[in-house]
């Protein structure tokens, strides 16, 4: 079935890194667009990052930008998000997920999630 | 930045009743407004994509509609697996962005 595996999650200090993986199943990985999206604890969703098809287009939220580079892997079916310079701001649940312009961009499928801690 | 506001934060209601929710967005995004159901520690799940379209598999007491810039979700007839959190998202343009949410609640 279609699905969507994030991991990569975990406790890490201020300042560091840490790479999440996104592994996708059921479908063609390399037709979607990608997003990355976070909810922190007990807050709403904050859209944070997206990448096309071919990796030729990127964007991301204005804080995160310089700090998270989004990427992906066609042909392991897999979407990245490298996050650098971590702040205690950044503690969250990422979510990656897949958009459709059949759905007019609307996040179609999203993964379970995995938990990001920001703390000394 | 578009910017997309809910309304109410939150709501009660019962079982049987007729809910619905707003969002505002603060310029023209055409028809690109989506409505997501959450449940606490469950990842968001499409119900409504472009304003108003059912999403495959979603119960059609769920519908979605739009006035320019001001769109709605309504449940026409509550059910108990309906008591969760409502966002809309608008997928116009980056950097795309969620409402704050609406919490529906059972009286």
């Known amino acids: 079935q279609v699905q969507l595996v994030e991991s990569g999650g975990g406790v890490v200090q201020p300042g560091r890194s840490l790479r999440l993986s996104c592994a996708a199943s059921g479908f063609i990985f390399s037709d979607y667009i990608m997003h990355w999206v976070r909810q922190a604890p007990g807050k709403g969703l904050e859209w944070v990052a997206v990448?096309?098809?071919?990796?030729?287009?990127?964007h991301y939220v204005d804080s995160v930008k310089g700090r998270f580079t989004i990427s992906r892997d066609n042909s392991n079916n897999t979407l990245y998000l490298q996050m650098n310079s971590l702040r205690p701001e950044d503690t969250a649940v990422y979510y990656c997920?897949?958009?459709?312009?059949?759905?007019?961009?609307?996040?179609?499928?999203w993964g379970q999630g995995t938990m990001v801690t920001v703390s000394s | 930045d578009i910017q997309m506001t809910q309304s109410p934060s939150s709501l009660s209601a019962s079982v049987g009743d007729r809910v619905t929710f707003t969002c505002r967005a603060s310029q023209s995004i055409s028809s690109y407004l989506n409505w997501y159901q959450q449940k606490p520690g469950k990842a968001p799940k499409l119900l409504i994509y472009a304003a108003s379209n059912l999403q495959s598999g979603v119960p059609s007491r769920f519908s979605g509609s739009e006035s320019g810039t001001d769109f709605t979700l309504t449940i026409s007839s509550l059910q108990p697996e309906d008591f969760a959190t409502y966002y809309c998202?608008?997928?116009?343009?980056?950097?795309?962005?969620f409402g704050q949410g609406t919490k529906l609640e059972i009286k």
């Open positions: 990448i096309s098809y071919d990796e030729s287009k990127k």
């Open positions: 998202h608008q997928s116009y343009g980056t950097p795309f962005t």
């Open positions: 997920a897949q958009s459709s312009g059949r759905r007019n961009g609307a996040f179609e499928i």
